[in-house]
């Protein structure tokens, strides 16, 4: 079998680009987005007989738009030098300097960089997460969705769909002007499924500290998973006091661009579980790079969305926790859904990721301009 050492990375022959637009089939609200359709961003790198792919995404075209024009200079840097993964990765942050290493350049290159990762590990002939050095993979999954904009009896139906296709736990939204409101519903969903699936609520950044403190000690007995993004992303001092404060843990992190978001969130106090996205933090290179960085604090470590791709990265996490599935917004893009057996995320065995974007959605989706 192929050693990670002895694999030479081929000199970048192609990189395609591809930008998808799928129409929600009714839009639907978090604490702070109104959502009616899913915009993709695809890196397709080939070498040496090899093809990677990598993705990106936002809510908006035009952000995409964005995204795609700053990956064709991306692509122009990965053409132009015969590098390794990582030589490849800091030649396109470099590239970046000026416009700045957070969004859409940062979100281009995470796609770009996913792509040579699975490119790397095909050539190798191993699946992603062996190339990374895990040897047992497997993490828990929970469902996502429970939209504030739907009935509670809504999202009590999905939990129930979740919890009845083997998940874990279900992850419903709140983070609307009533708080109250949003107690009772959170309380009404967990009366309606069984003890032993676990509930956690995600406030998408919607409320002051006072706020998300006032909810979270109204919920404490509750025993939620987790609080969600409770309060604005950057104010790392107010998390760090909810998380003191509630013993219900505090979850952060899925809105934080490369090493140094995660870097200042930790020197703050940091949060009890930290998410990390793989398109803020600019691709599998620094994911990786964090991972260790938070393992350190002893927070558990769990990823945000990419669940085929966070399926190989949290199994080469040392602990990992807890994988998210939101499947009507990226499912129908690949060919194959995440691997979930059991309430397990496993990644493919097949070399690279296994990610393979579908016939149907190209024909469908596919933005030609
Ligand atoms: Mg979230």
Known sequence: MAEATQIEFPAVEEVRLRRLAMPLEEPIRSGIHAIDSIHLFTAEVSAGGSTGLGYAFSFRPNEIAAVAALGADLAKVVMEGRRGVRAHWQAMWDHLNFIGHEGAGVMAMAAIDTALWDLLAREAGLPLYRLLGAAEPGVDVYGAGGWISWPVERVVEEARSFAAAGYRAYKMRVGSRDWRGDAERVRTVREALDPGFGLMVDVNQAWSVDVAMRFGQALEEVGLIWIEEPTDAQDHAGQARLARRLHTPIAAG?????????????????????????????????????????????????????????????????????????????????????????????????PGIGLELAASARERWEVRS
């Open 254 to 350: 899925e809105t934080l661009w490369g090493r140094r978001g995660f870097t200042e969130l930790l020197a703050a106090g940091g949060v009890d579980v930290v998410q990390l996205d793989l398109m803020r933090c600019g691709g599998i290179t620094p994911f990786m790079a964090i991972v260790p960085l938070v393992e350190a604090t002893r927070a558990p470590v769990t990823s945000h969305l990419f669940t085929p791709i966070s399926a190989h990265l949290l199994a080469a996490c040392a602990r990992p926790y807890m994988a998210e599935h939101l499947p009507s917004w990226f499912d129908p893009f690949f060919a194959q859904p995440p691997r979930i057996v059991d309430g397990t995320l496993l990644p493919t065995e097949e």
